[in-house]
């Protein structure tokens, strides 16, 4: 494969450098030498027609399962990456809770070895904030630093214990890696299924009160506040989150957020199928909480789209709503929900949708030279076609759990280039 790639006559868009302009894109051996600038042809160069195209940074996830070690029968390294590829996503953060979890150093160094020998996106690990996940004693932040986590989380599991949240705090403000808070007061959310509501009083379904979130998102922000440390609050999906976001960054604390694509598409209306691909963990709110989320992101409150990319086999979400496990897959549908759901709406600009994909979370896990396109960064890169519009048909995913099945959607990434190499084009994976 040829080390030069000229993309011509492409959209480029750069929220990184305010840059949106019909033109050129240069990249050689692995990294950006121009973006928005004309580029002669160079012999040898491999050519890519980007014309009524966008050229973009790679997509970043920061939320990504995969279940590798312990269940690769929903998801594999591997597969996990295939998907994030055929997405348009580069680059994928994934979560400590796998079996079993990545609370140690070998843990960490499992995941970067198998990820560089067969994964075809770049990987970036989250460790465990305590051991096992279990929310009692902190795992060895340094060490887990050292060896190349990029933030600690005890995501799916909510660390209940205050004292324990503060001391992760002060260490993540001493080691500089944030906190992924799944914020969750367990004794609220109980056995609860879906959002507490009209809707599942009408379903029979028991509720998970948005009090749950925000009891803990507020806890974890007076604590922020107290040690200086560095919060990041996972799965935005209710108004007083945002709220309580919104006050937290005016008054100083060093907080950043996220939601993802199925809060802001779906409600707790969709749960009146029984589908189980719509039970996620927090559940899917109301259409005042889904307003006040893509207000949100709008004024940037909430900082980024993740996917929460939450792999679970056919087996196991057959069951009955009350029985099949919490999560969704979002990888490949992170980008088109995005595009049809509020650029295609004009709830966001373009810019402003390609900025909460690439450079925000670049920003908040301080992944340096990605999100960007500026001379010299990584070049990581999607291709992608507003336009196109497509029926979800099949996932690369090796798990199927989307309500998104069947949905027509527009704007899909064509080309997927990761560190220089292209790893997808026109729907095919190339990891040759
Ligand atoms: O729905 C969810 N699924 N929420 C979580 O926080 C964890 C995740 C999973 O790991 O399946
Ligand atoms: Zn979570």
């Known amino acids: 494969m040829s080390k030069t790639i000229i993309i011509k006559n492409g959209r480029v868009i750069d929220p990184s450098q305010k840059l949106d302009k019909v033109s050129d894109v240069l990249i050689s051996d692995g990294k950006i030498i121009s973006a928005g600038k004309p580029v002669k042809n160079k012999p040898g160069a491999k050519i890519i027609n980007a014309k009524n195209k966008i050229v973009v940074p790679g997509l970043i996830d920061i939320h990504t399962h995969l279940r590798e070690p312990g269940h690769e029968e929903e998801e594999t390294i591997a597969s996990g990456c295939m998907a994030a590829a055929s997405g348009g996503v580069t680059s994928i ?57 990029v933030a600690i ?118 749960v009146k199928n029984y589908d189980t691909n719509t039970k996620v963990k927090p559940p899917l709110r109301t259409k005042e909480d889904q307003q006040a989320i893509i207000e949100a992101l709008r004024d940037g409150t909430i900082d980024c789209i993740a996917s929460d990319h939450a792999p679970h086999t056919i087996e196991e979400k057959n069951k009955e709503y009350d029985l099949a496990p919490f999560g969704l897959i979002g990888l490949e549908t992170i980008l088109p929900l995005t595009i049809t759901y509020l650029v295609k709406t004009k709830k966001l600009t373009l810019m402003q949708a390609i900025d909460r994909l690439t450079r925000c979370p670049a920003e908040v896990l301080n992944l340096k030279n990605r999100g960007t396109l500026k001379p010299g960064s990584i070049a990581d890169v999607s291709i992608i076609d507003i336009e196109k519009e497509d029926t979800i048909k099949e996932f690369v995913s090796k798990s199927k759990n989307s309500p998104f099945l069947g949905w027509k959607l527009s704007g899909f990434a064509v080309t997927t280039i990761v560190g220089g190499k292209v790893v997808m084009d026109n729907g095919k994976i190339i990891s040759g």
């Open 153 to 270: 989380s005890d995501d799916g599991n909510s660390i209940m214990n205050a004292m324990v949240m503060r001391r992760a705090l002060e260490y993540s403000k001493m080691f500089e890696i944030p906190v992924i808070a799944h914020c969750e007061d367990t004794s609220l959310s109980k056995n609860g299924v879906m959002n507490e509501g009209y809707v599942s009083s009408l379903l029979g379904l028991r509720g998970i009160p948005k009090e749950s979130e925000e009891v803990m998102v507020s806890r974890d922000i007076i604590l922020a506040g107290l040690t200086k440390g560095y919060l990041h609050i996972a799965h935005v999906s209710t108004k007083g989150t945002v709220d309580l976001i919104r006050n937290a960054k005016k008054s100083g604390v060093n907080i950043t957020a996220e939601t993802c694509p199925h809060y802001f598409v779906l409600t707790d209306e969709c």
């Open 93 to 149: 953060c994934c979560m400590p809770n796998t079996h079993p979890v990545i609370d140690n150093q070998t843990a960490v160094e499992f995941i970067l070895l198998k990820a560089r020998n067969e994964g075809i996106v770049n990987v970036f690990p989250i460790g465990s904030v305590t051991k096992g996940s279990l929310g009692e004693e902190l795992a060895e932040i340094g060490e887990l630093k050292k060896e190349g986590v």
